[in-house]
């Protein structure tokens, strides 16, 4: 079992900046490629940042490159998500993901190839 705990959301104005963290316990942190996804009211929930076991490699859907960046510190057991830019429509709950792989360097997409999640936390825009 892999136990997630997001922290860092919050109410933030059009424009402004969050730091999401997302804090892993219960197995080798390393060997799970980590996953941000987002849910709005009425929307399915959508793969917003992926990053490989290593770090090295990463993944984003065109509605946040260039405004968000996900990193892992495998030495706490942590990955992070900056957000930039924001914007009302990135209104959601904010979910990260664990999936098992054996590559180091695969970035996972499909919401179906992880296996851990975490409860979510509320991000909110206000125009």
Partial sequence: Q????????GLVQA??????????SGRTF???AMGWFRQAPGKEREIIAGISRSG???YYPDSVKGR????RDNA??????QLNSLKPVDTA???CAAGWTGYTRLVLTPARQYGYWGQG???TVSS
């Fill in 68 to 71: 968000f960046t996900v990193s």
């Fill in 76 to 81: 706490k057991n942590t990955v992070f998500l």
């Fill in 30 to 32: 390393s060997n799970y």
């Fill in 2 to 9: 892999v136990q997630l705990v997001e922290s860092g959301g």
């Fill in 56 to 58: 090295d490699e990463t």
């Fill in 15 to 24: 424009g402004d900046s969050l730091r999401l963290s997302c804090a892993a």
């Fill in 93 to 95: 709950v904010y979910f």
């Fill in 121 to 123: 936390t509320q991000v």
